[in-house]
């Protein structure tokens, strides 16, 4: 389980990535909302089996409630995902 949720750690990631970076800028600067529409789905169901699998590997990785709370928080921040690919998955 724990290489699914690093798979799904990182396309999560990335999503939000070109969500942010790409998508959102070509809505406003073009005003073409159609990659905010086609990324924005897979996004959003990448970040509710991010956030499930984190809760399904809490106890199997130990995390305390600090770790765990690192895992949850980064889910939301920009490049989080992949630092807790590295400082929690490997």
Excluded: C
């Excluded at 798979?7 to 406003?28: C, M, N, Q, R, W």
């Excluded at 990324?39 to 089996?49: D, K, N, S, Y």
């Excluded at 770790?67 to 992949?82: D, N, R, W, Y």
């Amino acid at each position: 389980m724990k290489n699914i949720f690093r798979i799904v750690s990182f396309f999560e990631g990335v999503s939000y990535l070109l969500l942010l970076f790409v998508a959102t800028p070509i809505k406003y600067l073009s005003e073409d909302p159609s990659y905010v529409k086609m990324l924005g789905m897979p996004h959003g169901i990448l970040f509710v089996v991010y956030v499930i699998l984190a809760f399904m590997l809490k106890t199997p990785e130990k995390w305390n409630g600090k770790a765990f709370g690192t895992v949850l928080v980064a889910s939301i921040l920009p490049f989080g995902t992949f630092y807790v690919d590295k400082k929690y998955l490997q």
